[in-house]
T-cell receptor
Framework: DQQVKQNSPSLSVQEGRISILNCDYT??????FLWYKKYPAEGPTFLIS?????DKNEDGRFTVFLNKSAKHLSLHIVPSQPGDSAVYFC?????????????FGQGTTLQVKP | GAVVSQHPSRVICKSGTSVKIECRSL??????MFWYRQFPKQSLMLMAT?????????EQGVEKDKFLINHASLTLSTLTVTSAHPEDSSFYIC???????????FGDGTRLSIL
């Protein structure tokens, strides 16, 4: 049972354009969401997070949008740069669980072409 | 930013060998550490959660006698794959988390190859 889903395994965009990565979840108890970026042979690097009390969080070129009613979140990268090429994982957590346990999606491979 | 060091980065060994992987939080105290396993082109699957000074909590389907976890201090957790076999070959990643609603910070992973 995949509680966090990233339905697009890959995405290709041109440098300078917007990259939009999508993530859906099924568990209504999730109240904190994170995006991680991962290069090959490295561990994931934290990018940005959002609490369920917000619908948007912005940090530089990265913006995460949360639509609770649709159980959907997205990561926008603008403008996209070749160095953004990596695998992006969304993850969800239930704060009430107190364990900090994250449930990850399958990842989306982003390729930004120069 | 927060740094988590994982060692070794790669291990190649014979079947039947036990392998120990270390995970250290270098600049913060990690009240909780997590161990994940990632198969090719798949998500990170949580194996176990460890809190300093207490027994690890294993996810369903993960053999606790196979994957021994020790979290002896607030900066160090170890995962020992006992009597490893080829099916244990995988990418193992640890993460560490401080108190409160802080994100997990990940190590760079260990590529384990059992011949």
């Amino acid at each position: 049972d995949q509680q966090v889903k990233q339905n697009s395994p890959s995405l290709s965009v041109q440098e300078g354009r917007i990259s939009i990565l999508n993530c859906d979840y099924t568990n209504s108890m999730f109240d904190y969401f994170l995006w991680y970026k991962k290069y090959p042979a490295e561990g994931p690097t934290f990018l940005i997070s959002i609490s369920s009390i917000k619908d948007k969080n912005e940090d530089g070129r990265f913006t995460v949008f949360l639509n609770k009613s649709a159980k959907h979140l997205s990561l926008h990268i603008v403008p996209s740069q070749p160095g953004d090429s990596a695998v992006y994982f969304c993850a969800a957590m239930s704060g009430s669980s107190n364990t900090g346990k994250l449930i990850f999606g399958q990842g989306t491979t982003l390729q930004v072409k120069p | 930013g927060a740094v988590v060091s994982q060692h070794p980065s790669r291990v190649i060994c014979k079947s039947g060998t036990s392998v120990k992987i270390e995970c250290r939080s270098l600049d913060f105290q990690a009240t909780t550490m997590f161990w994940y396993r990632q198969f090719p082109k798949q998500s990170l699957m949580l194996m176990a959660t460890s809190n300093e000074g207490s027994k690890a909590t294993y996810e369903q389907g993960v053999e606790k006698d196979k994957f021994l976890i020790n979290h002896a201090s607030l900066t160090l957790s170890t995962l020992t794959v006992t009597s490893a076999h080829p099916e244990d070959s995988s990418f193992y990643i640890c993460s560490a988390k401080g108190t409160g609603n802080q994100p997990q910070h990940f190590g760079d992973g260990t590529r384990l190859s059992i011949l």
